[in-house]
C-alpha cells in the first residue's frame, strides 16, 4: 500500500506542462516561511538614502550591479527553472527561493514555475533579505522560525539553501554599533560572520536527498536521516534531520570555504602565508586589517567578495565616514550574465525586471567589469622547465559556484622559431551550428593535451532504475550530442544498461558528482570535505600524506617538435554551448509559461558572443618574441583638484607614452570602476554631477590598442578629493 501511495505521489509531481499550486513537501525546508515576515522593503526606497552619491562606494548602485541584485532577471535562472519544472512539478519553489526573495516570502513562489511573481519581485536577492538575516542557531537575535521550521539541530544552524530565519520587526540588521540611520536598526555579528554566506551558497536537493538510494551524498561522507518516502512528515525528511551539507549536492561553495583554512585565518596574519600563495585575491585584501571597531577580521567571503572601502554608507548628514565600509558589489566571475541581461531587456524577452532604467544599465556594465577583474585575481600561472605551476588564489575551489556550463582550462600555443603555429592544446573554435549559426566550444573535450577544470554531476543506475519504478518515462533523454542535437542516452538505457553512472545537465534528479578535478584551497582538509561533501572525485588528487590538499596543480608540459616557444593562458567561460544546447533542447516547451526559454537564452548566447572565454592569466614558455602589443607605461603624478560639485584630475605620461589613451576609474580599494576614457593627447579629465561633501578616489591606467588586443598599463597613484 506504501508503495502505491509513493506511486501516486511522484506521478502528481511529474505531470507534463503544469505546475504546482502547492509547494510539494518533498520541496519544503526549514527557516522562516511565506508570509510570516510581511515589513520587506522594497530597494527602491533603501536607494533614497544609501544611492545616488558616489557610484564607488554607495551600496545602492554596486548592489544593482551584481548577480544577487539581478538573480530574477538572469535568462539561465529561467530556462534552468522549465527544466526543473519539467522534471519534478513543484522543483521551481526552490529556485525561486533564492532567486526572488521578495516573491517567495511574500507567497508568489506559487504556481511554482513563476508565473505569479511581479514586477517588485525582480531584484532578486534584495537589501531587506540580507539585513533582516539572523544567525539560525539562534545565539544573537532571534528570527522566526515555526516548529517543525527550525533551521538548526543540536546548536549547529543549517547554512545553506537559502534557509533564512528572518528577524521580524522593523529594525535593519547590520554590523554597525553606532549607525546614524535615519530607520530602527540592531547590530548584528553574524553579518561579519564566515558562515553568513553559506545561508545561499551551499545548495542542497531536498529531494534526491530523501528519496534517492545515496541520498545525493558522496559514498565517504556521513549516513543521512532520511525517511526514503515523498509522502512522509516533514519532521522524517532528510532536510529536517541534517545539516544541508549532508545530502542532495547541487552546489558546496560555502562547504569548500569551511574545508580551507583560509576560514581559519586571520588578515593580519598574511605574512604566514605560503610565498607563492601571495598573490591575486589574498593579496588584494591583505592590508584592510581588522575591522575599525577592533573585530578580527578573517579571509572570509565578506572581506574578498565585499571588500573594504573608505566612504559613507548613506548620502545623509552626520554619517560616518568609514574605513572599512563594506563594499556591496558581491562580484563573482559571472561576466557573461550582464551581457544577456542588457539583450533581452532590449528585445523585451525579460521574464522580470524589464525597461531598466540607466543606472541599472551603467551598473550591469560596471559589475561585468569588475567580474573580469575579480578572475584576473583568482590564480597565477609560472613555468620551470616543462612543468607548469597553477596557483588558487581563493578561498574555495578553482573554479567555484553551480558547476553545470562553467570551466577553466589551459590553452597553449606552441610556436616555432618562426612565429608559425605547430599546435594548439585547448583550443576553442567553432564545432557545431544551430539553425546556419556557427557555435564554437572546447575542441577536444577529452584530448591527451586538454585540462579541463571542471565538476561533472550525474545520475546514478541505481536511481535511474528507482525512477522508472516510480513512473518517470524510460525516453527521457539525459544526454544530447553537441554537434548533431540527437538524443545519446535515456533514462532507460542508463537503468537498463552497464554503466554505474551518467553525466546529465538535470540538476534536480542528478544524485552524483562523477567528476570534479577544480584546485582546492589552502589548507583544505581532508575530513571536513568528507563530511561536508566537498572532496574532489575522485578524492585522492591533489592530496598530500598529512590529509590536507594542494592549492595549486602542477601540469607537464608536451612540447612538439621544434617548439622554441609558448603562449599558455587559463581561460574561463561561465556558460558553455553543451549547457546552452541541453536548455535548449531538453524545453518539451510543455508549460506554456516558460515554453520559450530555452530559445530565448541560445538566441541571447549565440548574439552576445557565446559567452567568449576570458584569460584569466597568462604566461610563456620558452623564448618568446617581444610582444606585438607594447604595454605603455603607468601615467606618472596624478593629482586632483576640487570644484563645485566637481574634482578636476591631472597627469604626465609614462614611459613608454601610450598611443591609445588613457582611462579613467574610480578606485574601489584595488577593484575600478571606469568613469571615462580619454585620447592619448589628453592629460586631465573633469569629473562633474558629483555630490558636494563627498571625497571620490581615482586612478588612471595608459593602453595601447592592437587590432583586437588592448594593452593596459598598471594603475597610476591614487588620489582623492572632496567634491565641494
Same mark, same amino acid.
Given at each position: 500500500?506504501?508503495?502505491?501511495?509513493?506511486?501516486?505521489?511522484?506521478?502528481?509531481?511529474?505531470?507534463?506542462? +503544469?505546475?504546482?499550486?502547492?509547494?510539494?513537501?518533498?520541496?519544503?525546508?526549514?527557516?522562516?516561511?511565506?508570509?510570516?515576515?510581511?515589513?520587506?522593503?522594497?530597494?527602491?526606497?533603501?536607494?533614497?538614502?544609501?544611492?545616488?552619491?558616489?557610484?564607488?562606494?554607495?551600496?545602492?548602485?554596486?548592489?544593482?550591479?551584481?548577480?544577487?541584485?539581478?538573480?530574477?532577471?538572469?535568462?539561465?535562472?529561467?530556462?534552468?527553472?522549465?527544466?526543473?519544472?519539467?522534471?519534478?512539478?513543484?522543483?521551481?519553489?526552490?529556485?525561486?527561493?533564492?532567486?526572488? #526573495?521578495?516573491?517567495?516570502?511574500?507567497?508568489?513562489?506559487?504556481?511554482?514555475?513563476?508565473?505569479?511573481?511581479?514586477?517588485?519581485?525582480?531584484?532578486?536577492?534584495?537589501?531587506? +533579505?540580507?539585513?533582516?538575516? #539572523?544567525?539560525?542557531?539562534?545565539?544573537?537575535?532571534?528570527?522566526?522560525?515555526?516548529?517543525?521550521?527550525?533551521?538548526?539541530?543540536?546548536?549547529?544552524?543549517?547554512?545553506?539553501?537559502?534557509?533564512?530565519?528572518?528577524?521580524?520587526?522593523?529594525?535593519?540588521?547590520?554590523?554597525?554599533?553606532?549607525?546614524?540611520?535615519?530607520? &530602527?536598526?540592531? &547590530?548584528?555579528?553574524?553579518?561579519?560572520?564566515?558562515?553568513?554566506?553559506?545561508?545561499?551558497?551551499?545548495?542542497?536537493?531536498?529531494?534526491?536527498?530523501?528519496?534517492?538510494?545515496?541520498?545525493?551524498?558522496?559514498?565517504?561522507?556521513?549516513?543521512?536521516?532520511?525517511?526514503?518516502?515523498?509522502?512522509?512528515?516533514?519532521?522524517?525528511?532528510?532536510?529536517?534531520?541534517?545539516?544541508?551539507?549532508?545530502?542532495?549536492?547541487?552546489?558546496?561553495?560555502?562547504?569548500?570555504?569551511?574545508?580551507?583554512?583560509?576560514?581559519? +585565518?586571520?588578515?593580519?596574519?598574511?605574512?604566514?602565508?605560503?610565498?607563492?600563495?601571495?598573490?591575486?585575491?589574498?593579496?588584494?585584501?591583505?592590508?584592510?586589517?581588522?575591522?575599525?571597531?577592533?573585530?578580527?577580521?578573517?579571509?572570509?567571503?565578506?572581506?574578498?567578495?565585499?571588500?573594504?572601502?573608505?566612504?559613507?554608507?548613506?548620502?545623509?548628514?552626520?554619517?560616518?565616514?568609514?574605513?572599512?565600509?563594506?563594499?556591496?558589489?558581491?562580484?563573482?566571475?559571472?561576466?557573461?550574465?550582464?551581457?544577456?541581461?542588457?539583450?533581452?531587456?532590449?528585445?523585451?524577452?525579460?521574464?522580470?525586471?524589464?525597461?531598466?532604467?540607466? #543606472?541599472?544599465?551603467?551598473?550591469?556594465?560596471?559589475?561585468?567589469?569588475?567580474?573580469?577583474?575579480?578572475?584576473?585575481?583568482?590564480?597565477?600561472?609560472?613555468?620551470?622547465?616543462?612543468?607548469?605551476?597553477?596557483?588558487?588564489?581563493?578561498?574555495?575551489?578553482?573554479?567555484?559556484?553551480?558547476?553545470?556550463?562553467?570551466?577553466?582550462?589551459?590553452?597553449?600555443?606552441?610556436?616555432?622559431?618562426?612565429?608559425?603555429?605547430?599546435?594548439?592544446?585547448?583550443?576553442?573554435?567553432?564545432?557545431?551550428?544551430?539553425?546556419?549559426?556557427?557555435?564554437?566550444?572546447?575542441?577536444?573535450?577529452?584530448?591527451?593535451?586538454?585540462?579541463?577544470?571542471?565538476?561533472?554531476?550525474?545520475?546514478?543506475?541505481?536511481?535511474?532504475?528507482?525512477?522508472?519504478?516510480?513512473?518517470?518515462?524510460?525516453?527521457?533523454?539525459?544526454?544530447?550530442?553537441?554537434?548533431?542535437?540527437?538524443?545519446?542516452?535515456?533514462?532507460?538505457?542508463?537503468?537498463?544498461?552497464?554503466?554505474?553512472?551518467?553525466?546529465?545537465?538535470?540538476?534536480?534528479?542528478?544524485?552524483?558528482?562523477?567528476?570534479?578535478?577544480?584546485?582546492?584551497?589552502?589548507?583544505?582538509?581532508?575530513?571536513?570535505?568528507?563530511?561536508?561533501?566537498?572532496?574532489?572525485?575522485?578524492?585522492?588528487?591533489?592530496?598530500?600524506?598529512?590529509?590536507?590538499?594542494?592549492?595549486?596543480?602542477?601540469?607537464?608540459?608536451?612540447?612538439? #617538435?621544434?617548439?622554441?616557444?609558448?603562449?599558455?593562458?587559463?581561460?574561463?567561460?561561465?556558460?558553455?554551448?553543451?549547457?546552452?544546447?541541453?536548455?535548449?533542447?531538453?524545453?518539451?516547451?510543455?508549460?506554456?509559461?516558460?515554453?520559450?526559454?530555452?530559445?530565448?537564452?541560445?538566441?541571447?548566447?549565440?548574439?552576445?558572443?557565446?559567452?567568449?572565454?576570458?584569460?584569466?592569466?597568462?604566461?610563456?614558455?620558452?623564448?618568446?618574441?617581444?610582444?606585438?602589443?607594447?604595454?605603455?607605461?603607468?601615467? &606618472?603624478?596624478?593629482?586632483?583638484?576640487?570644484?563645485?560639485?566637481?574634482?578636476?584630475?591631472?597627469?604626465?605620461?609614462?614611459?613608454?607614452?601610450?598611443?591609445?589613451?588613457?582611462?579613467?576609474?574610480?578606485?574601489?580599494?584595488?577593484?575600478?570602476?571606469?568613469?571615462?576614457?580619454?585620447?592619448?593627447?589628453?592629460?586631465?579629465?573633469?569629473?562633474?554631477?558629483?555630490?558636494?561633501?563627498?571625497?571620490? +578616489?581615482?586612478?588612471?591606467?595608459?593602453?595601447?590598442?592592437?587590432?583586437?588586443?588592448?594593452?593596459?598599463?598598471?594603475?597610476?597613484?591614487?588620489?582623492?578629493?572632496?567634491?565641494?
Amino acid at each position: 500500500m506504501r508503495a502505491l501511495v509513493l506511486f501516486l505521489a511522484i506521478l502528481s509531481l511529474i505531470a507534463i506542462g +503544469t505546475a504546482a499550486l502547492v509547494e510539494p513537501p518533498a520541496i519544503k525546508m526549514p527557516g522562516t516561511q511565506p508570509g510570516q515576515v510581511s515589513n520587506l522593503e522594497t530597494p527602491n526606497k533603501c536607494d533614497n538614502c544609501h544611492g545616488g552619491y558616489n557610484r564607488a562606494v554607495e551600496p545602492a548602485f554596486n548592489w544593482r550591479g551584481s548577480m544577487m541584485g539581478n538573480a530574477s532577471r538572469d535568462p539561465i535562472f529561467w530556462a534552468t527553472l522549465a527544466i526543473a519544472e519539467q522534471d519534478f512539478d513543484g522543483a521551481g519553489d526552490l529556485c525561486i527561493r533564492c532567486h526572488s #526573495t521578495s516573491g517567495w516570502y511574500a507567497g508568489r513562489s506559487t504556481p511554482t514555475d513563476g508565473s505569479r511573481l511581479m514586477a517588485g519581485d525582480a531584484d532578486g536577492v534584495e537589501c531587506d +533579505t540580507c539585513h533582516k538575516m #539572523t544567525n539560525p542557531d539562534n545565539s544573537e537575535h532571534l528570527g522566526v522560525m515555526i516548529s517543525p521550521f527550525i533551521a538548526n539541530k543540536d546548536g549547529e544552524g543549517f547554512y545553506g539553501s537559502g534557509m533564512l530565519s528572518l528577524w521580524p520587526n522593523s529594525h535593519k540588521l547590520g554590523p554597525y554599533s553606532d549607525a546614524d540611520a535615519r530607520h &530602527q536598526f540592531l &547590530q548584528s555579528r553574524f553579518h561579519r560572520d564566515i558562515r553568513f554566506c553559506g545561508s545561499c551558497h551551499d545548495v542542497s536537493n531536498p529531494v534526491t536527498g530523501d528519496v534517492a538510494h545515496n541520498n545525493g551524498k558522496q559514498v565517504t561522507s556521513d549516513d543521512v536521516i532520511a525517511s526514503g518516502y515523498l509522502d512522509s512528515p516533514l519532521t522524517a525528511k532528510a532536510a529536517f534531520k541534517n545539516p544541508p551539507y549532508m545530502y542532495g549536492i547541487v552546489e558546496r561553495t560555502f562547504s569548500e570555504f569551511m574545508a580551507g583554512a583560509l576560514s581559519k +585565518t586571520p588578515v593580519t596574519s598574511y605574512s604566514s602565508l605560503p610565498a607563492d600563495l601571495k598573490a591575486g585575491a589574498i593579496a588584494a585584501v591583505a592590508a584592510s586589517g581588522n575591522y575599525a571597531d577592533g573585530t578580527t577580521r578573517y579571509f572570509s567571503c565578506q572581506t574578498c567578495h565585499m571588500r573594504a572601502v573608505t566612504g559613507a554608507g548613506a548620502n545623509k548628514a552626520g554619517v560616518p565616514i568609514r574605513t572599512d565600509l563594506p563594499l556591496h558589489d558581491m562580484t563573482g566571475g559571472n561576466y557573461w550574465t550582464p551581457d544577456a541581461i542588457l539583450y533581452q531587456n532590449t528585445r523585451g524577452w525579460l521574464r522580470l525586471g524589464g525597461g531598466l532604467t540607466t #543606472t541599472q544599465i551603467d551598473a550591469l556594465k560596471a559589475g561585468k567589469d569588475r567580474a573580469m577583474q575579480q578572475l584576473k585575481l583568482a590564480a597565477t600561472l609560472s613555468v620551470a622547465g616543462n612543468t607548469l605551476r597553477i596557483v588558487n588564489h581563493t578561498g574555495h575551489k578553482l573554479i567555484s559556484g553551480y558547476p553545470e556550463g562553467r570551466r577553466m582550462w589551459v590553452n597553449i600555443q606552441w610556436f616555432d622559431a618562426s612565429g608559425n603555429l605547430l599546435r594548439e592544446d585547448g583550443k576553442y573554435d567553432v564545432v557545431a551550428y544551430v539553425n546556419g549559426t556557427p557555435v564554437k566550444s572546447i575542441v577536444d573535450l577529452s584530448g591527451t593535451n586538454t585540462k579541463i577544470y571542471e565538476a561533472h554531476y550525474g545520475m546514478t543506475q541505481a536511481w535511474a532504475s528507482q525512477l522508472l519504478d516510480l513512473g518517470y518515462p524510460a525516453d527521457l533523454p539525459l544526454a544530447f550530442d553537441r554537434v548533431s542535437g540527437a538524443v545519446t542516452l535515456t533514462l532507460g538505457q542508463l537503468a537498463n544498461g552497464s554503466a554505474p553512472y551518467a553525466d546529465t545537465f538535470h540538476f534536480v534528479l542528478n544524485n552524483t558528482v562523477t567528476k570534479d578535478n577544480r584546485i582546492p584551497p589552502y589548507g583544505f582538509s581532508y575530513e571536513e570535505a568528507r563530511k561536508r561533501n566537498a572532496l574532489p572525485v575522485p578524492a585522492g588528487q591533489y592530496r598530500n600524506s598529512d590529509g590536507t590538499y594542494r592549492y595549486y596543480d602542477e601540469l607537464t608540459l608536451n612540447p612538439p #617538435t621544434n617548439a622554441t616557444y609558448a603562449r599558455i593562458r587559463l581561460l574561463y567561460q561561465p556558460t558553455s554551448w553543451e549547457y546552452v544546447q541541453f536548455l535548449y533542447l531538453a524545453n518539451r516547451k510543455t508549460n506554456a509559461f516558460l515554453a520559450s526559454e530555452g530559445d530565448n537564452l541560445l538566441n541571447t548566447w549565440l548574439a552576445t558572443g557565446m559567452a567568449e572565454p576570458f584569460v584569466m592569466a597568462e604566461t610563456t614558455w620558452g623564448a618568446a618574441p617581444v610582444p606585438a602589443c607594447e604595454t605603455p607605461g603607468a601615467p &606618472q603624478n596624478l593629482s586632483a583638484k576640487a570644484g563645485k560639485k566637481s574634482i578636476t584630475l591631472s597627469w604626465s605620461p609614462g614611459s613608454p607614452a601610450p598611443t591609445g589613451g588613457y582611462r579613467v576609474y574610480y578606485d574601489q580599494n584595488g577593484k575600478l570602476q571606469l568613469r571615462a576614457e580619454v585620447s592619448a593627447e589628453t592629460t586631465s579629465f573633469r569629473d562633474t554631477g558629483l555630490t558636494s561633501r563627498m571625497t571620490y +578616489t581615482y586612478v588612471v591606467t595608459a593602453f595601447n590598442t592592437c587590432n583586437a588586443e588592448i594593452a593596459e598599463s598598471q594603475p597610476s597613484n591614487k588620489v582623492s578629493a572632496t567634491a565641494q
